[in-house]
Protein backbone atom coordinates (compact mmCIF):
# COMPACT_ATOMS: atom_id res chain seq x y z
CA UNK A 1 0.00 0.00 0.00
CA UNK A 2 1.99 2.72 -0.55
CA UNK A 3 -0.80 5.41 0.09
CA UNK A 4 -0.20 8.49 -2.37
CA UNK A 5 3.06 9.12 -4.60
CA UNK A 6 3.86 11.78 -6.96
CA UNK A 7 5.81 12.45 -9.69
CA UNK A 8 8.22 14.24 -9.59
CA UNK A 9 9.96 14.86 -6.73
CA UNK A 10 11.61 18.29 -8.59
CA UNK A 11 11.61 19.74 -11.77
CA UNK A 12 12.67 23.05 -12.74
CA UNK A 13 11.13 25.01 -16.15
CA UNK A 14 11.77 27.69 -18.35
CA UNK A 15 8.74 30.20 -18.30
CA UNK A 16 6.48 29.25 -21.38
CA UNK A 17 7.09 25.78 -21.07
CA UNK A 18 4.35 23.04 -20.04
CA UNK A 19 4.27 20.25 -17.87
CA UNK A 20 2.32 17.62 -16.06
CA UNK A 21 2.19 16.89 -12.53
CA UNK A 22 1.68 12.98 -11.62
CA UNK A 23 -0.41 11.78 -8.54
CA UNK A 24 -1.54 8.31 -7.88
CA UNK A 25 -3.33 6.70 -4.73
CA UNK A 26 -4.40 3.27 -4.31
CA UNK A 27 -6.80 4.04 -1.17
CA UNK A 28 -9.58 3.86 -4.08
CA UNK A 29 -10.38 7.54 -2.20
CA UNK A 30 -12.91 9.11 -4.50
CA UNK A 31 -11.80 12.88 -3.51
CA UNK A 32 -9.00 13.44 -4.61
CA UNK A 33 -6.82 17.34 -4.77
CA UNK A 34 -4.20 19.69 -5.37
CA UNK A 35 -2.55 22.05 -3.51
CA UNK A 36 0.49 24.57 -3.87
CA UNK A 37 2.42 25.63 -0.83
CA UNK A 38 3.81 28.94 -0.60
CA UNK A 39 5.97 30.68 2.10
CA UNK A 40 3.19 32.62 4.89
CA UNK A 41 0.69 31.25 2.80
CA UNK A 42 -0.11 27.95 3.72
CA UNK A 43 -1.53 25.53 1.86
CA UNK A 44 -4.41 26.55 -1.46
CA UNK A 45 -6.64 24.69 -3.22
CA UNK A 46 -6.11 24.62 -7.17
CA UNK A 47 -8.59 22.14 -8.15
CA UNK A 48 -10.29 18.83 -6.87
CA UNK A 49 -12.30 15.72 -7.93
CA UNK A 50 -15.03 14.10 -6.28
CA UNK A 51 -15.03 11.10 -8.66
CA UNK A 52 -14.03 9.75 -11.78
CA UNK A 53 -14.71 12.36 -14.47
CA UNK A 54 -15.74 15.19 -12.16
CA UNK A 55 -13.18 18.11 -11.75
CA UNK A 56 -13.72 21.64 -10.04
CA UNK A 57 -11.62 24.82 -9.32
CA UNK A 58 -10.55 25.72 -5.98
CA UNK A 59 -9.21 28.78 -4.95
CA UNK A 60 -6.05 29.51 -7.09
CA UNK A 61 -7.10 27.44 -10.40
CA UNK A 62 -5.87 29.60 -12.66
CA UNK A 63 -3.07 28.48 -15.49
CA UNK A 64 -3.39 25.26 -14.32
CA UNK A 65 -5.87 21.90 -16.02
CA UNK A 66 -6.85 18.82 -14.34
CA UNK A 67 -8.42 15.60 -15.61
CA UNK A 68 -9.68 12.24 -13.53
CA UNK A 69 -9.96 9.43 -16.11
CA UNK A 70 -9.76 7.16 -13.15
CA UNK A 71 -10.29 6.88 -9.61
CA UNK A 72 -6.53 6.36 -8.54
CA UNK A 73 -4.83 9.15 -10.67
CA UNK A 74 -5.29 12.81 -11.03
CA UNK A 75 -2.43 14.30 -13.19
CA UNK A 76 -2.48 18.41 -12.59
CA UNK A 77 -1.38 20.15 -16.34
CA UNK A 78 0.66 23.66 -16.51
CA UNK A 79 -0.34 24.73 -19.68
CA UNK A 80 2.34 27.89 -19.95
CA UNK A 81 4.74 28.10 -17.31
CA UNK A 82 5.51 31.58 -15.33
CA UNK A 83 7.33 32.28 -12.36
CA UNK A 84 4.81 33.21 -10.29
CA UNK A 85 3.83 28.88 -10.71
CA UNK A 86 7.52 28.47 -8.34
CA UNK A 87 5.97 26.41 -5.41
CA UNK A 88 5.72 22.85 -3.90
CA UNK A 89 2.58 21.13 -5.09
CA UNK A 90 0.77 18.45 -3.17
CA UNK A 91 -1.61 16.40 -4.16
CA UNK A 92 -3.83 14.79 -1.78
CA UNK A 93 -7.00 12.06 -1.44
CA UNK A 94 -10.09 11.11 1.29
CA UNK A 95 -12.89 9.25 0.93
CA UNK A 96 -14.47 12.74 1.26
CA UNK A 97 -14.02 16.74 0.95
CA UNK A 98 -13.88 16.87 4.76
CA UNK A 99 -12.04 13.54 5.83
CA UNK A 100 -8.37 13.07 6.63
CA UNK A 101 -6.64 14.21 3.36
CA UNK A 102 -3.76 11.98 2.63
CA UNK A 103 -0.42 13.83 1.07
CA UNK A 104 1.59 12.55 -1.27
CA UNK A 105 5.29 13.70 -0.81
CA UNK A 106 5.36 17.11 -2.79
CA UNK A 107 6.85 18.12 -5.79
CA UNK A 108 8.98 21.31 -5.91
CA UNK A 109 8.62 23.39 -9.06
CA UNK A 110 11.05 25.93 -9.83
CA UNK A 111 9.81 28.13 -12.85
CA UNK A 112 12.97 30.51 -14.84
CA UNK B 1 -7.20 37.62 3.60
CA UNK B 2 -7.34 33.53 4.60
CA UNK B 3 -10.24 31.72 5.93
CA UNK B 4 -7.95 30.83 8.88
CA UNK B 5 -5.52 32.77 10.85
CA UNK B 6 -2.65 30.88 13.01
CA UNK B 7 -0.59 32.45 15.38
CA UNK B 8 2.25 32.83 15.95
CA UNK B 9 3.89 32.59 12.64
CA UNK B 10 7.44 31.43 13.85
CA UNK B 11 8.18 30.13 17.28
CA UNK B 12 11.34 28.58 18.97
CA UNK B 13 11.79 27.41 22.14
CA UNK B 14 14.18 24.90 24.21
CA UNK B 15 13.09 21.42 25.22
CA UNK B 16 10.81 21.13 27.91
CA UNK B 17 9.12 24.11 27.27
CA UNK B 18 5.11 24.66 27.19
CA UNK B 19 3.32 26.66 24.10
CA UNK B 20 0.16 27.42 22.48
CA UNK B 21 -0.71 28.08 18.90
CA UNK B 22 -3.64 29.09 17.95
CA UNK B 23 -5.80 28.65 14.49
CA UNK B 24 -8.78 31.46 14.69
CA UNK B 25 -11.45 32.35 11.64
CA UNK B 26 -14.41 34.33 11.85
CA UNK B 27 -16.21 31.76 10.03
CA UNK B 28 -17.93 28.91 12.31
CA UNK B 29 -16.90 25.38 11.21
CA UNK B 30 -18.13 22.29 11.64
CA UNK B 31 -14.69 20.77 12.24
CA UNK B 32 -11.46 21.47 12.43
CA UNK B 33 -8.35 19.39 11.38
CA UNK B 34 -4.66 20.13 12.81
CA UNK B 35 -1.59 18.94 10.86
CA UNK B 36 1.99 18.44 11.71
CA UNK B 37 4.03 18.70 7.96
CA UNK B 38 8.16 17.59 8.67
CA UNK B 39 10.35 19.34 5.95
CA UNK B 40 10.03 17.52 2.82
CA UNK B 41 7.19 16.07 3.10
CA UNK B 42 3.58 16.23 3.04
CA UNK B 43 1.04 17.08 5.92
CA UNK B 44 -0.32 14.38 8.22
CA UNK B 45 -3.18 14.54 10.28
CA UNK B 46 -2.88 14.72 13.97
CA UNK B 47 -6.21 15.20 15.36
CA UNK B 48 -9.57 16.27 14.02
CA UNK B 49 -12.30 18.12 16.39
CA UNK B 50 -15.98 18.62 15.79
CA UNK B 51 -17.89 19.28 18.75
CA UNK B 52 -17.76 22.76 20.25
CA UNK B 53 -15.80 22.88 23.71
CA UNK B 54 -14.29 19.73 22.42
CA UNK B 55 -11.02 18.85 24.03
CA UNK B 56 -8.81 16.32 22.84
CA UNK B 57 -5.62 14.62 23.81
CA UNK B 58 -2.67 12.98 21.79
CA UNK B 59 0.21 12.02 24.21
CA UNK B 60 1.60 15.91 24.85
CA UNK B 61 -0.32 17.20 22.82
CA UNK B 62 -3.89 18.66 23.88
CA UNK B 63 -6.44 20.02 20.95
CA UNK B 64 -9.82 22.52 22.15
CA UNK B 65 -12.26 23.76 19.68
CA UNK B 66 -13.97 26.79 20.79
CA UNK B 67 -17.36 26.61 22.37
CA UNK B 68 -18.64 28.67 19.28
CA UNK B 69 -16.53 26.13 16.90
CA UNK B 70 -14.64 29.41 15.33
CA UNK B 71 -11.14 29.33 16.74
CA UNK B 72 -8.98 26.35 17.99
CA UNK B 73 -5.86 26.14 20.05
CA UNK B 74 -3.10 23.50 20.00
CA UNK B 75 -0.71 23.11 23.70
CA UNK B 76 2.15 21.13 23.67
CA UNK B 77 3.82 20.04 27.14
CA UNK B 78 7.31 19.68 27.59
CA UNK B 79 8.58 20.06 24.04
CA UNK B 80 11.10 18.08 22.15
CA UNK B 81 12.93 18.24 19.18
CA UNK B 82 10.88 15.77 17.82
CA UNK B 83 8.10 18.48 17.93
CA UNK B 84 10.14 20.25 15.75
CA UNK B 85 8.09 20.90 12.62
CA UNK B 86 4.89 22.98 10.56
CA UNK B 87 1.37 22.92 12.11
CA UNK B 88 -1.19 23.39 9.94
CA UNK B 89 -5.23 23.78 10.87
CA UNK B 90 -7.87 23.35 8.39
CA UNK B 91 -11.56 24.31 8.31
CA UNK B 92 -14.70 23.41 5.56
CA UNK B 93 -14.92 26.17 3.56
CA UNK B 94 -18.69 27.28 2.56
CA UNK B 95 -18.10 25.83 -0.82
CA UNK B 96 -17.64 22.37 1.06
CA UNK B 97 -13.69 21.69 0.95
CA UNK B 98 -11.08 22.16 3.55
CA UNK B 99 -8.95 25.32 3.69
CA UNK B 100 -5.83 25.79 5.15
CA UNK B 101 -4.09 28.36 7.51
CA UNK B 102 -0.45 29.86 7.43
CA UNK B 103 0.71 27.54 9.19
CA UNK B 104 3.13 27.89 12.65
CA UNK B 105 6.57 26.92 12.08
CA UNK B 106 8.00 25.53 15.60
CA UNK B 107 11.84 24.87 16.20
CA UNK B 108 12.42 22.94 19.06
CA UNK B 109 16.25 23.45 20.45
CA UNK B 110 17.96 20.65 22.28
Known amino acids: NAGVTQTPKFQVLKTGQSMTLQCAQDMNHEYMSWYRQDPGMGLRLIHY???????DQGEVPNGYNVSRSTTEDFPLRLLSAAPSQTSVYFC???????????FGPGTRLTVL | TQLLEQSPQFLSIQEGENLTVYCNSS?????LQWYRQEPGEGPVLLVTVVTGGEVKKLKRLTFQFGDARKDSSLHITAAQPGDTGLYLC??????????FGAGTRLTVKP
Open chain 2, 90 to 99: AGESPGNDMR
Open chain 1, 49 to 55: SVGAGIT
Open chain 2, 27 to 31: SVFSS
Open chain 1, 92 to 102: ASSRGPTDTQY
